[in-house]
């Protein structure tokens, strides 16, 4: 069996990206997204035109 991994991709495999990328995710499992403030948010997008 042959792994191919892009080379776009390699960063990812490296052990300092891998922690990272697992310490974002623990991150975000444990810090749920929000709806209360999407308008707010949208407003301000809207006004950088």
């Known amino acids: ?10 960063w990812l495999h490296q052990p300092k990206a891998a922690d990272d990328l697992q310490t974002a ?3 975000a499992r444990a810090n749920s997204p929000i709806d209360s403030q999407v308008d707010s948010i949208l407003e301000q997008f809207s006004d950088q035109d």
């Open 25 to 27: 995710m623990a991150w």
């Open 1 to 10: 069996m042959v792994t191919i991994i892009p080379d776009n991709e390699i």
